[in-house]
């Protein structure tokens, strides 16, 4: 029985204090812990100390002195994400026994995830258990716990800003090595078989990890005045939208967009040459239309959209994956970095069977190597390999990128 476990981490330090709390009741308990449930609870008690006295008032005509201070947790954060492919492969796993991802460094620790196919213990057996591993030595006896808020859910379950506020009510617990803790019904097989997150018979989960490293206190300044937060981005989108002094417009597909040719050129090096620089033509200037070919409307419009706002279009969940593609295409081709790597960052997230073939050749046409490295990850399971061989997109990447064919008929006599 081959199984194949891909891990992915990212990570990055934060200076405030997040926690979690995770979607649905899922029983936890602790490994390998020698406290009972209460002391797990409350391992320190102590006495219940009474109200201090209220103060007296002040005397008229005193004035408050204003003070204030506030304490901090100094963390690390990042997430790691955990693919299984092959999930009916390992329900032949008996119950109890587990299958260990590779070891992944967050807050300057190392962890692991170990899955249970067919649930930790004979009572949940028609569950999923998964658990979060201190993955260290054992030797270091007198090394302290190390102090951490986690989660663990299935990839797609919760946006980045959701996430986020998850964690903000969940507590720290302890972590020492080679113990943790695990959710021992993470979710139901017959759920998990029946839900959008089995694809190609994988699944993702994703684990995020708050290490909280130390507290320290620090004097505040008292608060007089109260700054916003910067909304330079709303601005910027609401000038696109309402086309306030827009000095530049673009016919693409049939549609008139108007635009802002200061802005463009700031945010790309090609809309600078197009409109101000050596390829600027006559039909550039103040006023008259500039006509963009072999693009569609809705993707030269959620182009702008990010070039003023920085953000991305809301899409369906199943249309991003295509969305996405589009978007890199007009990316590379009008020279906007980061939004090229958004949208490869988010493609390797949806490659499944009959993707693989096109967006391989998409990441060859516009030299994307990161994604191109996730096709072959996902081809190098040999169940993928032959399914995605079957399909039309197989037949166009053969025509498209002839140079690629060689690639992938060394990794299948590899893996044969």
């Given at each position: 029985m081959?199984?194949?476990?891909?891990?992915?981490?990212r990570?990055?330090?934060?200076s405030?204090r997040?926690s979690?709390?995770?979607k649905?009741?899922?029983?936890?308990?602790?490994?390998?812990?020698p406290?009972?449930a209460a002391q797990?609870?409350n391992?320190?008690?102590?006495?219940r100390?009474p109200?201090?006295?209220s103060r007296p008032?002040?005397?008229?005509g005193?004035?408050?002195?204003?003070s204030?201070?506030?304490i901090?947790?100094?963390t690390?954060s990042?997430?790691h994400?955990l693919?299984?492919?092959g999930?009916s492969?390992?329900?032949?796993?008996p119950t109890?026994?587990?299958?260990?991802?590779?070891?992944?460094a967050?807050?300057g620790h190392?962890w692991?995830?170990d899955?249970y196919p067919?649930?930790?213990?004979?009572?949940?057996?028609?569950?999923v258990s998964l658990s979060?591993m201190?993955?260290?030595d054992?030797d270091v006896?007198?090394a302290?716990?190390?102090k951490?808020?986690?989660?663990?859910?299935?990839?797609?379950?919760a946006?980045?800003e959701?996430?986020g506020?998850?964690?903000?009510?969940?507590?720290?617990?302890?972590f020492?090595?080679?113990?943790g803790?695990?959710?021992t019904?993470?979710?139901?097989?017959?759920?998990?078989e029946?839900?959008e997150?089995?694809?190609?018979?994988?699944?993702?989960v994703?684990?995020?990890?708050?290490?909280?490293?130390?507290?320290?206190a620090?004097d505040?300044?008292v608060a007089f005045?109260?700054v916003p937060?910067?909304d330079?981005?709303?601005?910027?989108?609401?000038l696109l939208?309402t086309?306030?002094?827009?000095d530049?417009?673009?016919?693409?597909?049939?549609?008139?967009?108007?635009a802002h040719?200061?802005?463009?050129?700031?945010r790309?090096?090609v809309?600078a040459?197009?409109?101000?620089g050596?390829?600027k033509g006559?039909?550039?200037d103040?006023g008259v239309?500039?006509r963009v070919?072999d693009?569609?409307p809705?993707?030269f419009?959620?182009?702008?959209?990010?070039a003023y706002?920085?953000?991305l279009p809301?899409t369906r969940?199943?249309?991003q994956?295509?969305?996405c593609?589009h978007?890199?295409?007009?990316?590379?081709?009008y020279g906007m970095?980061r939004?090229k790597?958004?949208?490869e960052?988010k493609?390797c997230e949806c490659?499944n069977?009959?993707?693989?073939?096109?967006?391989?050749a998409l990441a060859e046409?516009?030299?994307?190597?990161?994604?191109?490295k996730?096709?072959?990850d996902f081809?190098a399971a040999?169940?993928?390999l032959?399914?995605?061989?079957a399909?039309e997109?197989f037949q166009h990447?053969?025509?498209s990128c002839p140079s690629?064919?060689?690639e992938?008929?060394?990794m299948?006599?590899?893996?044969s």
């Amino acid at each position: 029985m081959l199984v194949f476990l891909q891990s992915m981490t990212r990570g990055d330090p934060v200076s405030s204090r997040p926690s979690l709390q995770r979607k649905g009741s899922h029983l936890l308990c602790f490994l390998c812990s020698p406290f009972t449930a209460a002391q797990r609870k409350n391992p320190h008690p102590e006495q219940r100390r009474p109200n201090p006295p209220s103060r007296p008032a002040m005397p008229s005509g005193g004035k408050p002195r204003r003070s204030a201070s506030a304490i901090f947790a100094d963390t690390a954060s990042g997430h790691h994400l955990l693919t299984v492919h092959g999930y009916s492969r390992t329900k032949g796993v008996p119950t109890g026994e587990r299958v260990k991802s590779r070891p992944f460094a967050i807050g300057g620790h190392r962890w692991r995830i170990d899955y249970y196919p067919n649930g930790v213990r004979a009572e949940v057996a028609d569950y999923v258990s998964l658990s979060l591993m201190l993955d260290e030595d054992e030797d270091v006896a007198a090394a302290p716990a190390v102090k951490a808020q986690y989660d663990i859910r299935l990839a797609g379950e919760a946006e980045e800003e959701e996430e986020g506020a998850a964690l903000a009510s969940a507590s720290v617990d302890d972590f020492t090595p080679g113990r943790g803790w695990v959710y021992t019904t993470f979710v139901s097989r017959e759920e998990l078989e029946g839900s959008e997150h089995l694809r190609n018979d994988s699944f993702t989960v994703r684990c995020d990890i708050v290490v909280v490293r130390d507290y320290r206190a620090e004097d505040a300044a008292v608060a007089f005045v109260s700054v916003p937060q910067c909304d330079l981005r709303r601005d910027l989108a609401g000038l696109l939208e309402t086309e306030k002094g827009a000095d530049v417009v673009f016919e693409v597909g049939g549609e008139t967009v108007a635009a802002h040719r200061c802005v463009l050129a700031a945010r790309s090096s090609v809309f600078a040459a197009e409109l101000f620089g050596p390829m600027k033509g006559g039909n550039a200037d103040a006023g008259v239309v500039v006509r963009v070919e072999d693009m569609k409307p809705e993707v030269f419009k959620a182009l702008l959209r990010f070039a003023y706002s920085g953000l991305l279009p809301e899409t369906r969940k199943e249309d991003q994956d295509v969305t996405c593609q589009h978007l890199l295409v007009a990316a590379d081709r009008y020279g906007m970095r980061r939004l090229k790597l958004i949208c490869e960052e988010k493609l390797c997230e949806c490659i499944n069977v009959g993707s693989a073939a096109i967006v391989l050749a998409l990441a060859e046409q516009h030299r994307c190597e990161g994604l191109k490295k996730a096709c072959f990850d996902f081809l190098a399971a040999p169940a993928n390999l032959r399914a995605v061989v079957a399909t039309e997109g197989f037949q166009h990447l053969s025509r498209s990128c002839p140079s690629l064919m060689a690639e992938v008929i060394t990794m299948s006599l590899g893996i044969s």
